[in-house]
């Protein structure tokens, strides 16, 4: 049995690490104790890589949802016999609440089976592969608890149905019905770490998961008053979810490899930290949840990057801020529908990518008031940030996609270094003496007349990608985003029309012309550039044909096949949840600065896939 397409799975999320869940009641991805961490469930990229399958034995069809403000799910089976719902959460530490829930999560993974209607024959598959796939561990059972130790790596396994020993794997039949309720506790520990596995009830785990999830939710559900607000607060939900709480870095996805194009190579690990989401991040964090998450992120950017140097300025991190984050090949793996390779690691974290000095000085400028007064240490890292933008912006880089080929003269990163000058200026002698602040502005100002020079393609009636280029680049849509340009602008208009009429189908926006799928978020930003534009009903209804897209949880992947709808790319992806949000706020205020504001109906999500 195949491990189910990208988007038929749901998301779990503890704070520290994720899981996904398929339709077929089979977890086939997680990697306890943090997000980049080595699976034990790997199924996602290779059917020996281990999942834990709980699921009827005859044909069912499945249907089903998130507990209301949590990321516990809930999947209910119909068979011809009866029905049977099987709720899924990791655990949160017991009596966590607000912003606490995540920093202190037990690494426990609980299933919770109950019979509905009926009577429904069950099965049970436990087939745990440790680093990646690599070991298989000997499983040994004792008082009706099953162990698995190998390497780095213990499991305990509490179930209240028999379950047999075989070769490698656990497996048991019951039956569910009417009434009955059947439970299931998986817990994690390290092998040397001196504590067992805690192997908490099920019932206790579901119950401590959704009132910590409340209680986090009772605190943010208000704060977004905008239109489309049942969208963007489940975005919220999920970013939040793709929070490592120890430290408050949101990871850009959930898993690695999954790619961009069925049985193509362009297989990246996205469980890592982009300063480049960073900003967009931070500001959809503020929209929508509150100033107190975004405080958090901007504390651990500015620690993660440290003293700034002569070396190129890191792009992004590990969890706890590593910046060392090497590529390896696992070539036993055969890859997410054979598509190879599969990575661990991701060596994007060598490149030259100046946009992300803008990122933080957007963020800081964003967070100005909190800022004031600002400390010392803050204060030097945003000058030297600045000072490094007035040098760098001449330099090619390898831009936002990360190109491997070779570093250009991105007018995205020319743009986005632009940005951190103009922020650095509006803060003024907060940040640098007053020679400072006139250094930061006659740079700026060059690197204006720069963009508007090199980047326009009269051929084309449209900004391109890079410099003297005839090749269209979405990512040329942040322009009047940041401020640099407005967004009826004629020329800022010729190039939404051109980019959307040479790389729009549906409503998806690829990135270039030879981009397989429509990349999500360059999709949202088109949304954005209509708002900002005063086109508000073309906006609203761009963004109803994006937001009608994610899958039947509201969960978005990277990209979406302009052809099939098939979702492609890491997954859940933040950025796409990210682009979302601030669409729906770019709309919110060209409706109230244009009279048009008014409370929008929830959008279709995804058809349920049975």
């Known amino acids: 049995m195949d491990s189910g397409r990208i988007?038929?799975?749901?998301?779990l999320a503890d704070g520290c690490s994720a899981a996904l869940v398929d339709l077929a009641g089979s977890v086939n991805w997680w990697c306890p104790p943090r997000f980049d961490g080595p699976s034990v469930f790997g199924r996602l990229l290779d059917d020996r890589a281990g999942h834990w399958t709980i699921r009827p034995e005859e044909d069912f069809t499945s249907e089903r949802s998130y507990l209301d403000d949590t990321l516990v799910l809930r999947t209910v089976f119909t068979t011809r016999t009866g029905s049977v719902a099987v709720t899924d959460a990791l655990a949160?530490?017991?009596?966590?609440?607000?912003?606490e829930i995540g920093r202190r999560s037990p690494r426990v993974l609980a299933r919770l089976v109950e019979g509905l209607t009926g009577e429904v024959p069950m099965r049970v598959q436990y087939q745990p592969r440790f680093e990646y796939g690599r070991v298989s561990a000997y499983l040994t059972e004792s008082d009706g608890q099953f162990d698995a130790t190998a390497g780095t790596c213990r499991l305990s396994l509490r179930a209240n149905v028999p379950l047999d020993l075989g070769d490698g794997e656990a497996t048991g039949r019951f039956t569910a019905r009417a009434g009955t309720r059947h439970h299931f506790t998986l817990g994690h520990a390290d092998t040397y770490g001196g504590r067992p596995p805690a192997v908490p009830d099920a019932d206790r785990v579901v119950a401590d998961a959704v009132a910590g999830w409340r209680s986090w939710a009772d605190l943010h559900r208000d704060q977004y008053r905008g239109e489309y607000r049942d969208q963007v607060w489940r975005s919220a939900i999920v970013v939040q979810g793709m929070t490592y709480q120890p430290s408050g870095a949101v990871v850009a996805a959930a898993t690695t490899s999954l790619p961009e194009e069925l049985g193509g190579d362009r297989n990246y690990d996205y469980r890592f930290v982009w300063v480049r989401d960073f900003s967009l991040t931070l500001q959809a964090l503020w929209l929508a949840a509150c100033p107190d998450e975004a405080n958090?992120?901007?504390?651990?950017?500015?620690?993660?990057?440290?003293?700034?140097g002569d070396e190129p300025v890191p792009i992004m991190y590990g969890v706890h801020g590593e910046r060392d984050l090497t590529e390896h090949r696992l070539d036993h793996l055969s890859g997410y529908a054979d598509s190879r390779p599969v990575f661990i690691g991701n060596d994007a974290w060598r490149q030259r990518q100046t946009d992300v000095l803008g990122e933080v000085l957007d963020?800081?400028?964003?967070?100005?008031?909190?800022?004031?007064?600002?400390s010392p240490d803050v204060r030097q890292f945003l000058h030297a940030l600045a000072d490094r933008a007035v040098v760098d912006w001449r330099r090619p880089d390898a831009g936002m996609w990360e190109a491997r080929d070779a570093e250009r003269h991105y007018v995205s990163s020319k743009v986005l270094c632009w940005t951190a000058l103009d922020r650095a200026v509006r803060?003024?002698?907060?940040?640098?003496?007053?020679?400072?602040?006139?250094?930061?502005?006659?740079?700026?100002?060059?690197?204006?007349?720069?963009?508007?020079?090199?980047?326009?393609?009269?051929r084309l009636g449209a900004y391109t990608g890079a410099f003297d280029s005839d090749n269209l680049d979405a990512s040329v849509l942040i322009m009047p985003l940041v401020g640099f340009v407005p967004a009826d602008d004629p020329?800022?208009?010729?190039t939404m029309d051109v980019v959307e009429r040479r790389?729009?189908?549906?409503?998806?926006?690829?990135?270039?012309?030879?981009?397989p799928a429509g990349f999500v978020i360059c999709s949202f930003w088109l949304v954005c550039c209509l708002a900002a534009a005063g086109?508000?009903?073309?906006?609203?209804?761009?963004?109803?044909?994006?937001?009608?897209?994610?899958?039947?949880?509201?969960?978005?992947?990277?990209?979406?096949?302009?052809?099939?709808?098939?979702?492609?790319?890491?997954?859940?992806?933040?950025?796409?949840?990210?682009?979302?949000?601030?669409?729906?706020?770019?709309?919110?205020?060209?409706?109230?600065?244009?009279?048009?504001?008014?409370?929008?109906?929830?959008?279709?999500?995804?058809?349920?896939?049975?």
């Open 296 to 308: 958090r992120q901007f504390a651990w950017v500015s620690r993660a990057m440290g003293r700034i």
């Open 491 to 494: 020329r800022m208009r010729s």
């Open 7 to 11: 988007g038929e799975h749901g998301f």
């Open 535 to 610: 086109e508000l009903d073309r906006a609203r209804r761009l963004f109803e044909q994006l937001a009608a897209r994610v899958n039947d949880l509201g969960l978005y992947a990277e990209q979406i096949d302009q052809a099939t709808g098939e979702q492609l790319g890491n997954f859940p992806q933040a950025f796409s949840h990210i682009g979302l949000i601030h669409a729906a706020g770019w709309i919110t205020a060209a409706a109230k600065r244009l009279g048009g504001f008014a409370e929008r109906e929830a959008v279709p999500t995804g058809t349920v896939i049975t």
């Open 427 to 458: 803060f003024g002698t907060r940040l640098g003496e007053p020679a400072d602040v006139a250094r930061w502005a006659a740079a700026r100002d060059e690197i204006r007349e720069t963009v508007l020079t090199r980047g326009w393609n009269e």
């Open 503 to 515: 790389l729009c189908r549906d409503g998806l926006l690829r990135r270039w012309d030879d981009d």
């Open 92 to 99: 949160l530490e017991p009596g966590a609440q607000g912003h």
């Open 363 to 374: 963020a800081a400028w964003l967070m100005r008031h909190y800022l004031d007064p600002m």
